[in-house]
């Protein structure tokens, strides 16, 4: 008999020098959840805990080229997509998920802006966003300033920020509530508006909160979950990550931290939770 097979998550997103975010969070959240990470790096970010301070596009070929020798070899069962940039790294990403069998779950994470306030996606490239990759997502998890500028209203929350979003094409919205007045998150499937409440951590380190959120909820898609349980087991896992955060290491946003390194009982994640 053979083993069980692990489900595959693939993270198409930057790479953050600093491994607080991006892919290095990605694939600790992956790991988190029990499933096998892989990865198809869209850019390389000069960052740590501070700011941005340099960012390198990577060559579209190389981008489709990761996507198809995961898909090929090891099979996908969910897809994040993270950081993507500019208006051609969106075309090649949007082409690759054409490739992937019909039903892959595709979760993003609409990355603008870094925890230290550097832009990460040309503005131009938000109407490429919108049409190519949002359009086809079965969840998108923007934060409030994200799912605003998707939107195009700046005043926009609740019903209406939600139903705004999933009128441009996704299955499912999450509005997390990290940059809203209550930390709430949202969650609408198109007919129903679910509030999935949970502590805040204001004492916490957040950088990498965005990303872990996302990768944590296409790894429970990989898994099996329904999007609305996915979401909420997300939450909950962002939320102690930013509790466990790592707010010593550099002089600025400190990252999460998935696995509570610094806890002394070092006790199973999911025993914390």
Do not use: Y
Request: proline residues 5%; charged residues 20%.
């Amino acid at each position: 008999m053979h083993p069980r097979r692990v489900p595959v998550a693939l993270s198409i997103a930057g790479s953050d020098s600093g491994g607080g975010a991006g892919i290095q969070a990605d694939l600790k959240a992956f790991a988190r959840a029990g499933v096998h990470g892989t990865t198809a790096i869209t850019a390389i970010t000069v960052q740590n805990t501070v700011a941005v301070l340099a960012v390198a596009a990577i060559d579209p070929a190389i981008i489709t080229g990761q996507i198809r020798a995961v898909a090929e070899d090891l099979g996908i069962d969910a897809v994040k997509i993270g950081m993507l940039g500019d208006v051609a790294t969106i075309e090649t990403v949007a082409r690759a998920l054409d490739e992937l069998p019909a039903g892959t779950p595709v979760v993003h994470d609409p990355v603008m802006v870094a925890e230290s306030g550097s832009r990460l996606l040309e503005l131009e490239a938000v109407d490429a966003l919108r049409r190519l990759i949002v359009a086809r997502a079965t969840v998108i998890t923007p934060n409030l300033a994200e799912a605003r500028v998707l939107a195009d209203d700046v005043d926009l929350d609740g019903i209406e920020l939600v139903r705004a979003l999933h009128a441009l094409g996704p299955r499912n919205v999450v509005v997390t509530g990290g940059h809203r007045d209550t930390g709430t998150d949202l969650f609408f499937d198109g007919a129903t508006l679910t509030e999935l409440p949970g502590e805040r951590h204001p004492d916490g380190a957040a950088h990498g909160s965005g990303c872990t959120h996302s990768a944590t909820l296409a790894a429970r898609l990989a898994l099996g979950d329904e999007p609305l349980a996915a979401a909420r087991h997300a939450r909950g896992v962002a939320a102690a990550a930013v509790r466990d955060g790592l707010r010593e290491l550099g002089a600025g946003a400190g990252p999460v931290d998935v696995f509570g390194l610094a806890r002394p009982d070092r006790s199973p994640p999911n025993e914390r939770l």
